[in-house]
């Protein structure tokens, strides 16, 4: 593995890609992509062609950008829902994605929650790359739904979960019962939703937890849920044939975590290369993350954050080709009105701790971060980019700044020492000039043709790019 010793920030502008914020943390290649301004809880998928798609709420909307560069740059955003409105409160509500082998991209969502609003588990797609998406499907029968998601295998099976209080209990407190909705035809059409059927479950599932479903490489369907069960509030993964309502239950933790209410924080899910089945999760205010050998879903391993810190939420974790497991979690109070702290640390696939780790920002703490591994075999994290803010300024570590931007004569560099070359590329990625310098130096653009511009300063110990703007 290529440890990275840069920092590395990176603001690119094409014209046909809007902007996206990138700074590389030193250690082994973790990655931080700040989603679309204004974006909350972002999910993301990276298919076989090596395309990241990413949905996104925003404004009671869900929103579909996408990526060919791990996440330097997307495209221009497309409205998904066409009618209504998106749920996004709490951090984990919002659109869930999912994209079959067959390039069609899956999008489901619950409306928004309002007074006298009915709330359903919605569904769209997208047949040609994202460009546009169908009109939303309503796939529940019933409101009051909760915790939906979906998984698509690209041929022709997707299926949308939630849960909801249908038929009503109230054995447990804050317990509801999963539901589904099938479809066999690519999402044109779906089955009337039911009641998950499982051989040695329940189905009780905790009223507002999120879930998170994937398809395994044998072509089961598995979902990562917390049970409710008796009130124990530990997590589950469903596991089975998606033409086939019978499932089985594997126990994701044993912590017999013994609660009458519903914590709001459900389990991440994700399949490596290898197979292996991946699951984060909460329990006792703490987070941890397991793993499950290739199709067979028993889950081993148990592994808590390197501090073990107090108020630790909203955990994901992935794991590379390479034998490495990247473990996100967030520091801070479940509000709506706080802001949460984004740690990171690294794992072997074992389990123990590297001793590498980190702080990838600040966030606001009603949304949840998340991560992927991308092309390069390199780890990424995407993080709301209204209130993420790194926790070292590479600029400001370096002694550099530069003043003004916008500038319509000259730009001021002060503080340089030891040789810095400085490159100045147009929006197109044309070097329009370049220069080596050891001390505080000036830039003239007053000859420059109006526009954007992005400035590499390439330091002995660090390199940074910065969005420059010409104005007259």
């Known amino acids: 593995m290529r440890i990275k010793i840069i920092v590395n920030v990176l603001i690119l502008l094409l014209f046909s890609f809007s902007v996206s914020a990138q700074f590389t943390l030193p250690g082994n290649s973790v990655t931080v992509i700040a989603a679309p301004i204004g974006s909350l809880v972002p999910d993301v998928f990276l298919d076989n062609a090596g395309v990241l798609h990413m949905v996104y709420a925003k404004n009671q909307n869900a929103y579909y950008v996408k990526s060919i560069d791990n ?5 221009n955003p497309v409205l998904i829902n066409t009618s209504g409105s998106v749920e996004y409160n709490m951090g984990e509500r919002g659109p869930k994605l999912s994209v079959g082998n067959d390039g069609v991209i899956h999008v489901a969502w619950m409306d928004h929650w309002n007074s006298g609003v009915s709330v359903y588990a919605r569904y769209s797609r997208s047949t040609n790359g994202g460009l546009s998406f169908e009109p939303l499907k309503s796939v529940s029968g019933t409101p009051g739904v909760d915790g939906v998601t979906l998984a698509a295998d690209g041929n022709d099976q997707v299926l949308v979960f939630w849960h909801t209080m249908v038929p009503q209990q109230t054995a447990v407190p804050s317990a509801t019962w999963l539901h589904y909705a099938r479809s066999a035809d690519n999402g044109i059409t779906f089955s009337a939703d039911t009641n998950v059927l499982f051989s040695n479950h329940s189905g009780l599932a905790c009223s507002m937890c999120m879930t998170r479903a994937r398809f395994d490489a044998d072509g089961s369907v598995c979902l990562a849920f917390r049970s409710a069960e008796n009130s124990i509030r530990d997590f589950y993964l469903l596991k089975g044939n998606p033409l086939v309502n019978n499932f089985e239950a594997y126990r994701i933790n044993i912590d017999n975590w013994n609660i009458n209410y519903c914590p709001m924080a ?3 899910l ?3 290369n290898s197979g292996k089945l991946y699951s984060a ?3 006792g205010n703490h987070v941890y ?3 499950s050998d290739t199709g067979i879903p028993l889950f081993t391993q148990h592994n808590a954050t390197p501090l073990n810190e107090f108020e630790e939420i909203y955990p994901t974790a992935v794991a590379n080709n390479s034998g490495l497991v990247l473990f996100v979690w967030q520091i801070g109070p479940m509000s709506v009105n706080d802001s949460a702290i984004v740690k990171w640390a690294l794992y072997n ?3 123990s701790f590297t001793g590498q780790q980190g702080v990838a920002g600040k966030t606001f703490s009603g949304t949840k ?3 992927f591994v991308g092309t390069d075999d390199n780890f990424y994290i995407v993080a709301n980019t209204q209130n993420l803010t790194s926790v070292q300024d590479p600029v400001e570590s370096a002694g550099l700044q530069i003043m003004p931007n916008p500038a319509s004569d000259q730009i001021f560099i002060p503080f340089i020492s030891n040789a810095t070359e400085l490159e100045l590329f147009d929006c197109f990625g044309k070097l329009v000039l370049k220069k080596t310098v050891n001390s505080s130096t000036i830039l003239t653009v007053s000859n420059l043709s109006q526009g954007i511009y992005i400035l590499a300063v390439r330091t002995p110990l660090l390199v940074f790019k910065r969005k420059i703007i010409v104005d007259r």
């Open 270 to 272: 994700e399949i490596s």
């Open 266 to 268: 459900g389990a991440s």
């Open 369 to 371: 971060a998340t991560a």
């Open 71 to 75: 996440g330097i740059t997307f495209s």
């Open 281 to 283: 999760f909460m329990t």
């Open 289 to 291: 993350w397991a793993v």
């Open 349 to 351: 696939s074992e389990g």
